[in-house]
């Protein structure tokens, strides 16, 4: 944290979060809103990048947290998870897709159809890569893989293709009824999400505000049925 003060219950200066694409579109921002209407003055520097340059980034002190899903985190022994909430891989695609409208989906229909995924060398490409597995899902069409949220969007909503990723991910889209988690329930399908820190050298006191507003924003859109 670069300057970050404490005077009469108010903090100004700079708060340096890094975002996993997860919490981006949607947690993220509704807990950045929370915190702007409490502390005003607090700005808040949002970074993006792949996990673990990230985690470089935590290391060397450039950024003061990491907000995502917590499994990414597992298996780095210099790296703490505090886990916020809970949610869910799932399979998602645009409601004009056929499939979208059915209600019973066979894996011989998942294992013919053209996916979206995210790039390679990320942990979270390796976990879902992991869930399709374990749930008997072979893709026999080549995929199109991106890391950018805009881009998987529209590519859902303007083709036949489908994703896998946390349900919270396309919260805006679901909502607005332009994309749809599909009725198949996947194997190995918890994400749960919070913070990723250093082991012996957790965030200062001084973040607890922002960690209050995400733990809001999860709860929140917990309560939400999708």
């Given at each position: 944290?670069?300057?970050?003060?404490?005077?009469?219950?108010?903090?100004?200066?700079?708060?340096?979060?890094?975002?996993?694409?997860?919490?981006?579109?949607?947690?993220?921002?509704?807990?950045?809103?929370?915190?702007?209407?409490?502390?005003?003055?607090?700005?808040?520097?949002?970074?993006?990048?792949?996990?673990?340059?990230l985690a470089n980034?935590?290391?060397?002190?450039?950024?003061d947290i990491i907000?995502?899903?917590?499994?990414?985190?597992?298996?780095?022994?210099?790296?703490?998870?505090?886990?916020?909430?809970?949610?869910?891989?799932?399979?998602?695609?645009?409601?004009?897709?056929?499939?979208?409208?059915?209600?019973?989906?066979?894996?011989?229909?998942?294992?013919?159809?053209?996916?979206?995924?995210?790039?390679?060398?990320?942990?979270?490409?390796?976990?879902?890569?992991?869930?399709?597995?374990?749930?008997?899902?072979?893709?026999?069409?080549?995929?199109?893989?991106?890391?950018?949220?805009?881009?998987?969007?529209?590519?859902?909503?303007?083709?036949?293709?489908?994703?896998?990723g946390p349900r919270?991910?396309?919260?805006?889209?679901?909502?607005?009824?332009?994309?749809?988690?599909?009725?198949?329930?996947?194997?190995?399908?918890?994400?749960?999400?919070?913070?990723?820190?250093?082991?012996?050298?957790?965030?200062?006191?001084?973040?607890?505000?922002?960690?209050?507003?995400?733990?809001?924003?999860?709860?929140?859109?917990?309560?939400?049925?999708?």
């Amino acid at each position: 944290i670069d300057d970050l003060t404490t005077i009469r219950g108010r903090f100004d200066g700079v708060l340096k979060v890094a975002g996993m694409p997860s919490v981006r579109p949607h947690i993220l921002p509704f807990a950045l809103a929370k915190l702007s209407k409490i502390h005003p003055d607090l700005c808040v520097r949002i970074t993006a990048g792949s996990f673990n340059t990230l985690a470089n980034d935590l290391f060397s002190g450039d950024i003061d947290i990491i907000v995502g899903g917590t499994r990414s985190g597992i298996g780095h022994s210099d790296l703490q998870v505090e886990v916020m909430g809970q949610d869910r891989i799932c399979l998602v695609a645009g409601v004009q897709n056929p499939i979208s409208q059915r209600e019973d989906i066979s894996i011989d229909e998942l294992d013919r159809a053209r996916w979206v995924m995210p790039v390679p060398g990320q942990p979270s490409h390796d976990i879902f890569m992991n869930c399709i597995t374990k749930s008997g899902i072979q893709m026999r069409a080549s995929a199109t893989e991106t890391g950018a949220i805009t881009t998987l969007r529209g590519l859902l909503m303007a083709t036949n293709a489908i994703t896998i990723g946390p349900r919270f991910q396309t919260y805006h889209e679901q909502q607005h009824r332009q994309l749809k988690v599909l009725p198949f329930k996947l194997k190995d399908d918890d994400w749960p999400i919070g913070l990723i820190s250093r082991k012996n050298a957790p965030p200062p006191n001084a973040i607890k505000p922002f960690i209050l507003c995400l733990k809001e924003a999860i709860e929140e859109t917990e309560s939400h049925n999708l």
